[in-house]
Nanobody, 119 residues
Framework: QVHPVESGGGLVQPGGSLRLSCAVS????????MGWYRQSPGKQRELVAT???????HYADSVKGRFTISRDDAKNTVYLQMNSLKPEDTAVYYC?????????????WGQGTQVTVSS
C-alpha cells in the first residue's frame, strides 16, 4: 500500500519560509509523479506544484518564483520549499502520488499538513 506522509507545516509570519516534506512508503517511488496541493476553508483543493519522475516541474501562477518543488528518490521524499509566504498561502497542504507515464494504478493522497501564515 502506497502511503504518503506530509510534515513540516506550522505557523509562520508573512515573508517567512517553510519546507514541507512528503515521505512515501510502500512502492517504487521513482515511478510516481508527485504533486503538492492545498485547500483553504470554503475553497476547492488546488494544484500548487508537480514534479515528474524525470524531474520536470510545474507551478501554479500564484506560487511561481516563491515555491520550489524537488524530490530525492533515494529517500522516497518530495519537498516543497516555500519562501516569501503570504497570508493567502494559508491552507492545508496535501501530497499526491500518481503513477507516471507508462504505469497504471490509483492516485494516493497524504493526510495533509497545516500551513498558517499570520502575524
Amino acid at each position: 500500500q502506497v502511503h504518503p506522509v506530509e510534515s513540516g507545516g506550522g505557523l509562520v509570519q508573512p515573508g517567512g519560509s517553510l519546507r514541507l516534506s512528503c515521505a512515501v512508503s510502500g512502492t517504487i517511488f521513482s515511478i510516481y509523479d508527485m504533486g503538492w496541493y492545498r485547500q483553504s476553508p470554503g475553497k476547492q483543493r488546488e494544484l500548487v506544484a508537480t514534479i515528474l519522475g524525470g524531474g520536470m516541474t510545474h507551478y501554479a501562477d500564484s506560487v511561481k518564483g516563491r515555491f520550489t518543488i524537488s524530490r530525492d528518490d533515494a529517500k522516497n521524499t518530495v519537498y516543497l520549499q516555500m519562501n516569501s509566504l503570504k497570508p493567502e498561502d494559508t491552507a492545508v497542504y496535501y501530497c499526491k502520488a500518481s503513477p507516471g507515464s507508462g504505469f497504471y494504478g490509483p492516485d494516493y493522497w497524504g493526510q495533509g499538513t497545516q500551513v498558517t501564515v499570520s502575524s
